[in-house]
Every structure is written in structure tokens, then in C-alpha cells.
């Protein structure tokens, strides 16, 4: 049973526009969230995260949203670059700082 | 630089054999994990230690065992018992305190052949 779920496996967007990954989860007890970044053959990278307590968390480039009731939330790139290209995951932190992941999202941004 | 370093990059093992996956972090972190990712599946923990000397299963340990003896240092044995080894293994580092980020290492891809 997955806790939190990627539904999208790849996205495809133009360079300069905005990317928009999505995620859900069904735990409620997830007191924070996490986008990292992974290229091929290496281990994630973080990127951005975000508490339980907000709705929204910004920076650069990218931008976090949490729909709590919804148990809903979504990385916004924008505007997005080449080198956005890789599989982004998401993952939320349930008790023991133990983080649960999402199976990926395939980013391709095209120039 | 402070970071986490994994080794080897890549390894190889016959079926049946034990193999020894190292990871070392200079973060002065408490917290250290290891994930496992398949193709098109997301990370999967196997386990993790808050503090040393101290060590939890994860949610896929059947056929691993670690050690914490060292702050710095959280091997992962990958043992004959584990029925589908071939993978890529990610170890983890973090302070175990408030709301934190894990760091990764660059992972070791494991190939049983």
C-alpha cells in the first residue's frame, strides 16, 4: 500500500515554461514534506521542503504547495531549464525522521 | 568538503556470496539510513540508525544486517539470504533533529550474477 503516491511517471515541458509535479499521500500523520532530485547513477539531491503547518514555501525557481485537506501537493518549476531534466521524488517524514518516497516523476525539459 | 561517500561505485557478486556495502559521512550527523531503488520505483529503506550503537529495520531488512559502531560509518551486508539483490543502494545521512533534510551519497549499484 503506498503512503505517498507519484501518478505521473515522466512529464515533458518546453523550456521556459512551467512544470508542475505532482503528489499525494494518505497518511495524515506526515508532519513534512520533501522534493529531491536525482540524475541517473547518482543519489538525490535535495531541493525544497515544507512543513505541515504551511501552505506554501518558495525558492528560486521552485515553489512547494501543500493541500492539507486534500493531501495534496505540487513542485512548481518555473520558469524551467535544460538542466531540470532528471526524476524528481517526493517523500514524506513520518515518526523516527523516517521519510517515505514516491516512485518519481521523469522531468524532461526541451530547448 | 563534508559529505557522504559510498563505496564501490559498482560491484559485483556471485549468488550465494555476502558483500560488504561501505558508506562514511563527515556531516557529524547522528541520523544514517540505506535505501534501495529499483527500476521505476521509488526509494525503499532498509535500515536506519538514530545514534550509534543503535539500529531499526526498515521497511525491506529480510536478508540485510548493518552496524553502527562509528559515528561516521553505517555498513550495509548484503547477505545470500536476500533473494533479489541486484539493485542500486543509496545510504543517507542526516542530524535527526527538527524538521531536517537526508543527505545521499552517490550510491552503489550491487549486480548479483
Known amino acids: 500500500d503506498q503512503q505517498v503516491k507519484q501518478n505521473s511517471p515522466s512529464l515533458s515541458v518546453q523550456e521556459g515554461r512551467i512544470s508542475i509535479l505532482n503528489c499525494d499521500y494518505t497518511n495524515s500523520m506526515f508532519d513534512y514534506f520533501l522534493w529531491y532530485k536525482k540524475y541517473p547513477a547518482e543519489g538525490p539531491t535535495f531541493l525544497i521542503s515544507i512543513s505541515s503547518i504551511k501552505d506554501k514555501n518558495e525558492d528560486g525557481r521552485f515553489t512547494v504547495f501543500l493541500n492539507k485537506s486534500a493531501k495534496h501537493l505540487s513542485l512548481h518549476i518555473v520558469p524551467s531549464q535544460p538542466g531540470d531534466s532528471a526524476v524528481y521524488f517526493c517523500a514524506a517524514r513520518e515518526y523516527g525522521n523516517k521519510l517515505v518516497f514516491g516512485a518519481g516523476t521523469i522531468l524532461r525539459v526541451k530547448s | 568538503d563534508g559529505g557522504i561517500t559510498q563505496s564501490p561505485k559498482y560491484l559485483f557478486r556471485k549468488e550465494g556470496q555476502n558483500v560488504t556495502l561501505s558508506c562514511e559521512q563527515n556531516?557529524?550527523?547522528?541520523?544514517m539510513y540505506w535505501y534501495r531503488q529499483d527500476p521505476g520505483q521509488g526509494l525503499r529503506l532498509i535500515y536506519y540508525s538514530q545514534i550509534v550503537n543503535d539500529f531499526q529495520k526498515g521497511d525491506i531488512a529480510e536478508g540485510y544486517s548493518v552496524s553502527r559502531e562509528k559515528k561516521e560509518s553505517f555498513p550495509l551486508t548484503v547477505t545470500s539470504a536476500q533473494k533479489n539483490p541486484t539493485a542500486f543502494y543509496l545510504c543517507?545521512?542526516?542530524?535527526?533533529?527538527?524538521?531536517?533534510?537526508?543527505?545521499f551519497g552517490p550510491g552503489t549499484r550491487l549486480t548479483v550474477l
Open positions: 556531516l557529524n550527523h547522528d541520523a
Open positions: 543517507a545521512s542526516s542530524t535527526g533533529q527538527g524538521l531536517d533534510e537526508q543527505f
